[in-house]
Structure formats: C-alpha cells, structure tokens
C-alpha cells in the first residue's frame, strides 16, 4: 500500500547549529531510509518517489545545509561536511543505522558516509550518481563557463535550462515548477562551495571500502553520465548491481518515481530478508557461547532453559535418536563437573549457517572423581569433539548430533590399553 502525499515537514537542530528540515513518514519500526538530494535541490526532489513508497519503509528525506529552508553556515560545503552532517541528523533522531540513498550528487555523500561510517550503513542506493566528476569534460565546462561565475539573483531561467537538461521525458509541470523554486533558495555561493567540493572529492579510491549491499541505478540516455562511469563504479564497489533503465535521463527519479520506489522496496526487502538469517545465525553462535562460556565454565546449570528446547531430539551415534530436554544437559553436565575439574573449554572452530551451527571443540580437564564406575586417576586428559546444533525461530536447540572421541578419553584414563606400537 502506497502512502498518502501529505507531508509534514520537521526540522532538527545539530550541534553545529545547523538546521535541517525533513519529512518522516512510514513505519517506525521499518527499515530506516534516508534520502540525500543533489547539489541545488531540496528533500522535495523525492517527492514523487515518497508517494509511491509502501508505509513498511520508515524513510526519512531531509534537505542539507545551505539547500532549500536549511540553514546557510559560511562554509562547510565539502562532501565531508555533509557526510558528518548525516551522522549528526541520524545521532538526533536516534537512529543507530540506516539504507542510505544518494540522488545524483548526493550519491557522493552517500557513500562518503557509507566508507565512514559502515557500522551504520544498512545499505547504499546510488541513483544517477556518477563515479567521478574529475574526468566528465561536460561538467568541467559547466563550472567554468557558468557555475563559478554565478552572482546572486540566480536567474530562474537558468535553474529551470538546468533542471530540464536532466530529462529525457515530461514530468509535471507543477513539480518541475517545484524544484526551480528549491533551487533558487540557495544562494550562488553555495553552489559554487557544493560543486567545489564535489569536484575535489577523492572517494572513488575508498569504494572498495563498502561491504553493505549496494544498489546502483542509471538511464541509459542520462546526458552527463556515460555507461563506462556507472560500470566503474559498479566495479569499484564489491557485490554491487548496476540496474539500467533504458530511455531514462539522468534524473529518471522524476521520470519514473513509481518504478523507482518499486526497485528500492524490492531491494529492501531482498537484503533485510539477508540481513535476518545473518543476525539468526549470529544470535545462534552467541547461544552456543553461552552453553560454552555460562554452562561449562561457569556451572549455570540454569541457563540450558534458555538454551535447549523443552523438548530437542539428540542424535546418537549408533544412529538413534533420543527426546531430551534442559534436565538432561544439566544432569550432563553435573556428572562431568563431578568427574574432572580444571576444565579448559576451547571452541576451535564455529560455522553458521542457515538454522545450524558446527562446532569443533577440545576439553582439557583433570579426573579428579568418579566417572562412570572408573575412579579417580589424577591424570590430566584431552577431549575432542564435533557438535551440530539445530536451533529455532525462536532462537533454542531442538536438535542436536554430537561425536565425542570416547575412545580416545578412555584410552587417556587406563581403560583401555594404547595398540602395539602407538607410544603416547
């Protein structure tokens, strides 16, 4: 379901006293989205695109400093300066990580707060957002000829001449109207400053830096960017897809907002669906820990309830399977707790994957009481094992396959004699 047009526009204050207006729509307990707009533009430029979002997507577009209603500092018009602006939005809002998409230029800052700030990054969507503006002759002839030379009043011709070269098909009038009334709220120094800075930015080196999964967008009649820039780019950033929209220009966000919102919902929806199985299998392995580390080493017998199922089949290795449940870890683990004391638990090894997890693991203990009829020896012996671990929804074990080198672990006791020839 679409959400509705209206919005209503906040704004936060940053500790560098620098105000940004924003709109917030969406689920406040769906996945964060921010939108950063181009140089000259306003968080109106997503207008369209924020219609067409469904109300799971909790999105966020703001408009940055010195760019439409926001607050106009001298300086600070660097794509660093940006980039920390961001986290000082989403430090505001209290929001501890987000998919950050970069219309344009605002791709830039997208990724220089993606290199900056990983932990924060969900994911990356980079629409129309070129490699590098260092090599594009078009645009160093653009700031030579026109933009470095802007005086205020900005002509309004000339915003409207720059909007429309964006485009390869008509939007509506109204919007378009809309976005040359943004543009011309920001003075002719921040231009200048913003396409600076965007002309000094070194961050096409750093992409490789970006492990988050990275959506990439580009109209194939996009007048500024060719193909080889976004292949660069699609190829600078590691597991990033390049999507192309035949007929489209450059800002074919305004073009095709529907099919936008529609890529990035899909997108979204695609790597959260990752991003869970990953923190199931991480919340996994944490569990396992904790029968290693709470369990074993420190005798909280009670913590198997929160470890194991009520009920979890126990796969043996005659090839039966037995229903145990927490009493009977417990009563496992009393026994060897009993038996042999100095134990020394090392995991060697831990994989995830999907709802199990394998361990490889070696007990160094010392046999200090009775075991299973053998007394107590005083030797210091060494226990190897493998363990697999089936978990689920909800994050217990309700399955389990466990070989133990019993053999081995009497051997070490006296039970049972070394071979001929095998010295130990």
């Known amino acids: 379901m679409s959400r509705t047009t209206t919005h209503n526009i906040e704004s936060v204050e940053l500790p560098n006293r620098v105000r940004l207006p924003y709109v917030e729509h969406g689920d406040p307990l769906g996945v964060p989205v921010l939108f950063l707009h181009a140089i000259a533009d306003s968080w109106r430029s997503f207008e369209p695109v924020l219609s067409h979002l469904p109300e799971s997507i909790h999105t966020f577009a703001l408009t940055q400093r010195g760019h439409g209603d926001a ?142 999964p990275t959506l990439i967008v580009w109209g194939d009649q996009d007048a500024i960017l060719p193909r080889s820039d976004q292949e660069s780019l699609a190829a600078a950033i590691t597991g990033s897809r390049l999507l192309v929209y035949p007929g489209a220009g450059h800002a074919f966000y305004w073009e095709e907002p529907g099919r936008v919102a529609s890529d990035l919902t899909a997108f979204i929806t695609e790597f959260e669906a990752g991003r869970s199985n990953r923190m199931s299998v991480e919340r996994n392995k944490d569990t396992f820990r904790r029968y290693v580390e709470e369990v074993w080493k420190d005798e909280k017998l009670d913590i198997a309830d929160e470890v194991f199922a009520e009920k979890y089949l126990s796969h043996q290795s005659d090839g039966t399977a037995l229903e145990r449940g927490p009493e009977d870890v417990k009563k496992f683990v009393k026994e060897y707790r009993f038996a042999f004391s100095d134990i020394e638990d ?26 299973r009829g053998i007394p107590a020896t005083g030797k210091r012996i060494t226990i190897t094992g493998i363990g697999i671990f089936r978990f689920s929804e909800e994050g217990k074990v309700v399955e389990s396959w466990d070989s133990l080198d019993q053999l081995g672990m009497l051997r070490q006791l006296g039970v049972i004699p070394e071979p001929e020839g095998v010295e130990t």
């Open 71 to 212: 607050s106009r500092p001298a300086s600070g018009y660097r794509v660093h300066d940006f980039a920390a602006d961001l986290e000082a939005f989403m430090d505001a809002l209290h929001l501890e990580a987000a998919v950050v998409v970069g219309g344009s230029s605002g791709g830039f800052i997208a990724r220089r707060f993606a290199i900056d700030n990983p932990e924060r990054t969900l994911g990356l969507v980079l629409l129309g957002s070129p490699a590098s503006l260092r090599n594009k002759p078009g645009v160093l002839e653009m700031w030579d000829s026109t933009i470095s030379k802007l005086t205020d009043p900005i002509s309004p011709d000339l915003v409207r001449e720059f909007a429309e070269g964006t485009l390869t098909r008509t939007v509506p009038q109204a919007f378009l109207e809309t976005i040359v009334r943004e543009n011309l709220k920001a003075p002719a120094r921040v231009w200048k400053d913003t396409f600076k800075g965007l002309l000094e930015d070194d961050s096409l080196a750093e992409l490789d830096k970006i492990k988050v």
């Open 346 to 371: 090392i995991v060697e090894d831990m994989i995830g994957e999907g709802d199990r997890v394998v361990t490889r693991w070696t007990l160094r203990v010392t046999h200090t009481g009775e075991f």
